[in-house]
Structures are given as structure tokens and as C-alpha cells.
């Protein structure tokens, strides 16, 4: 195989919340034999970078552009490599990867995207909470208050909030003041809303109340970054109906009625 017919491949992978132990094998297999390394280091836990071989290559995307970052893809397209294009949470949510595979597919270069677990799963667990109950929330809504980055105004926190449906809102925290504001709309006062801080890290801090008070301990807190905030009925716990799942009455193809 000649020197130009070497295959170089982007793997855009999911990093997990922070914990090095929610890690995916697949994504830790990757690392281990990636050439390049390019990661959010702002955000990604730099434990995992463990699993690299000696003689990788490690760049912080955190203080570069996008054109940055393309530059050192296309200039491993001289030879044959593995970059690893490391990603906090799951790549899929708030990840800016479609510019990057749009740029893959235009340049030819063969990529794949490994997920990852995101960090509202992540705050899920530690909240011990189920996000889907019966008789209670059967939709989560993902979304983010409007900012630098702006948010489709039909997609507007206060359209949502009617809906009355578990919701998990990102990039938001310093905002908290107007988040509650226009949830409250729709929640009301008092529904329970839950704040996890740096979900699966150390450090970790979960805070909960309800919208009538959750912004005053957020502050109290001093907490203006890297964390999710959680409003439903199903944080209330103790009204819900039983999966019909595991109901003995309940036959599926696996189970018939008893």
C-alpha cells in the first residue's frame, strides 16, 4: 500500500460525564490506539487519557477555533492515523459535531461516532430518579435557555414549560433566575426542580428544592457553571403508578399473563 493510499480515520467519541469509569470499552479501545488525540480539556476528565499509547499526539480543543482543529485533521490526511476526537458527555447532545463530520464527508475521510454516556443520565443516577414514571411524565425534553447560541423561539423555555413534561436543562446554570422565571409559568411555584453539579465527579453537589426557591440555593451555592437542572413531577417520587412491565397481569411475548 502506498504512502497515499493510507487510510486516516476520525472517531468523534462520547468521553461520559467525567467519571473515567462510565467510559464506554469501545471509546477507551479507541483512545488506545489513536495516533491524534484532539479533546475538550475544559470539559473532559484527563484521566482517560491514560488509555493513549506513549507516542500519541494530544491537542486541548478548548482555547482553539474550529479551523484550528480541522487543520490538524487534514494534516494527518499525509499519512495514516486514528484521531480521536474526544467529546464530554455524549457527543450527540450540544456536541458541535456536525460541522466536523460535514467536513469529514467534503474531505473524504472516513469517521464514525462512538456515544457516549451524557451527563443528564449521569445526573439521573445520582439523583436515584427514574425520568419516565407512569401516570406522571412519559416524554424528557432536552434544552437550553437562549444565549450566545440562540434557541428557535417555538423552542422557547415558557412553550415548553406548558407541556409540563420532565425537562433537563443545559448550559443554563448562571442563568438560573431566568430559567425559573419562565418555567414557573407553566410548573407553577411549587414543582420540584433538582440541581446536580459536575454529575459522576468528586466533586459533585446536588441541591434540590422547587422553582419557588431552587434559584436562591443555586446562589447561595455560588454554583455558575457545569451543571443540569431537572423540573417535573416525577422528583415529587410518591405518586406514580407501577411499570405494567413487570405486572403479573401484564403478558408480553416474553410472558404470559398469570
Known amino acids: 500500500m502506498s504512502r497515499k493510499e493510507k487510510i486516516v480515520k476520525v472517531f468523534f467519541l462520547g468521553a461520559g460525564p467525567g467519571n473515567p469509569g462510565l467510559l464506554t470499552v469501545k471509546a477507551r479501545d479507541v483512545i488506545g490506539k489513536a495516533d491524534i488525540i484532539i479533546y475538550a480539556g475544559s470539559l473532559v476528565n484527563k484521566e482517560i487519557l491514560k488509555f493513549a499509547k506513549k507516542n500519541a499526539r494530544f491537542y486541548d480543543s478548548s482555547a482553539m477555533s474550529l479551523k484550528e482543529i480541522l487543520k490538524i485533521m487534514k494534516n494527518a490526511k499525509s499519512g ?5 476526537r474526544i467529546h464530554s458527555g455524549d457527543p450527540s447532545i450540544y456536541g458541535a459535531i456536525q460541522e466536523q463530520i ?15 454516556v451524557s451527563s443528564f443520565c449521569a445526573g439521573a443516577a445520582s439523583l436515584k430518579q427514574e425520568l419516565t414514571l407512569p401516570g406522571v411524565s412519559q ?21 415548553l414549560a406548558r407541556i409540563k413534561a420532565t ?30 453539579f459536575r454529575a459522576s465527579w468528586p466533586d459533585e453537589l ?5 422553582l419557588k426557591d431552587i434559584a436562591g440555593k443555586i446562589k447561595n451555592k455560588r454554583i455558575g457553571r457545569q451543571a443540569l437542572i431537572y423540573v417535573g413531577d416525577v422528583l415529587k417520587r410518591n405518586s406514580f403508578k407501577k411499570s405494567r412491565l413487570y405486572d403479573k397481569r401484564f403478558s408480553h411475548s416474553y410472558r404470559g399473563e398469570k
Not at 80 to 84: E, G, N, S
Not at 206 to 210: H, W
Open 206 to 210: 446536588i441541591i434540590r428544592g422547587t
Open 102 to 116: 460535514e467536513w469529514c464527508e467534503k474531505e473524504k475521510i472516513l469517521h464514525e461516532v462512538i456515544p457516549g
Open 139 to 159: 416524554t424528557v425534553i432536552i434544552t437550553r435557555l437562549s444565549g450566545r447560541t440562540k434557541v428557535p423561539f417555538k423552542e422557547d423555555l415558557k412553550k
Open 167 to 196: 425537562i433537563v436543562i443545559f448550559l443554563s446554570i448562571d442563568k438560573i433566575d431566568r430559567v425559573v422565571e419562565k418555567l414557573r409559568s407553566g410548573y407553577g411555584s411549587a414543582a420540584p426542580a433538582a440541581v446536580v
Open 80 to 84: 495514516k492515523a486514528v484521531i480521536a
